[in-house]
């Protein structure tokens, strides 16, 4: 009986009921939100974690535990950058080699694909007992990972910490009786020792930097030579116009010419606009084609 399997059948007890209705809920409000076409849960297998999720193809993968593609979670069998979400409940500190894991999982995530995990937080009341209390049942036996080392660890692998939850902040009485009664530890928890959560879900995204290609300076130069625009020769316009632009309405094409104040050096252009104007495609500089008079 793997880990794994063990903790399956954890989360059917009265504290293990309790801290899964915690993760499915808090889980079932974050994958809502997250977008894409592939998604993966890793580890168990008979928990839908999810159910609520907008992404059309999910699927879980497992040694055990009658998954949909039974798989090692050291060697994922999805292609490089394939999944859009890979969700590790509890995964990471029941496994001999967790930096394997989360390798694996890199690789086959896309770029700004969402990870999400799942552990239990050894500074809490249950990470206390953990420490004193010498089982070999789980979760007891399991590495709890703390919130520092694991940003450490997905940070090492180019994922940026979107964010995480707490919770859970009842002792780990094993009797459903007692853990009713310090419910109010709850609210209590969240207010004032909120990071003091037995359990917690971090969010992560894989960053990929980008590439930016270095071309030749002759090749650059070249590049900003064809966009330049060719400049008007000094006295082809009236010194007042400034040019033309192309406006429809109705599927009349305009011409409105752009002059500068008249002045008693500077007098008024002999333009104006209508449909009589010759057809102008873009933006341009006009020459009048001879002598014009101003209209009053």
């Known amino acids: 009986m793997t880990a794994a399997t063990t903790l399956a059948t954890w989360f059917t007890t009265p504290p293990g009921a309790y801290v899964l209705a915690w993760e499915q809920a808090s889980l079932d409000a974050l994958v809502t939100d997250l977008f894409g076409y592939f998604a993966v849960q890793v580890g168990l297998p008979g928990i839908d974690f999810l159910r609520d999720s907008r992404i059309p193809w999910r699927s879980t993968a497992a040694l055990d535990g009658h998954p949909a593609v039974v798989a090692d979670a050291h060697e994922l069998p999805f292609a490089a950058e394939s999944l859009d979400l890979v969700l590790l409940p509890h995964l990471l500190e029941t496994s001999a080699e967790p930096h394997q894991i989360l390798r694996e999982v890199e690789r086959v995530l896309r770029p700004e694909g969402q990870l999400l995990v799942t552990g239990f937080n050894p500074i809490s009341w249950w990470g206390v007992r953990r420490m004193f209390g010498q089982s070999s049942l789980p979760p ?83 590049r900003q030579a064809r966009l330049l625009v060719p400049a008007v020769r000094q006295g082809s316009v009236p010194a007042n116009l400034s040019g033309c632009m192309r406006d429809r309405s109705g599927g009349t094409v305009m011409n409105a010419y752009f ?38």
């Open 140 to 222: 007891w036996d399991a590495e709890f990972v703390s919130v520092p080392r694991m940003k450490d660890w997905l940070k090492l692998l180019n994922f940026d910490i979107q964010g995480g939850l707490f919770g859970c902040y009842r002792p780990p009485f094993e009797s459903e009786k007692w853990l009713g009664r310090f419910g109010f530890l709850e609210a209590a928890g969240r207010r004032w020792w909120p990071i003091a959560g037995a359990a917690y879900i971090m969010q992560a995204k894989k960053r990929v930097a980008g590439m930016r290609l270095i071309t030749p300076a002759r090749q650059l130069a070249r």
């Open 259 to 296: 002059a500068s104040p008249a002045s008693p050096g500077n007098p008024a252009p002999a333009f104006g606009c209508g449909n009589a104007s010759p057809r102008l495609d873009r933006f341009s500089l006009a020459r009048p084609a001879g002598p014009q008079t101003s209209t009053p």
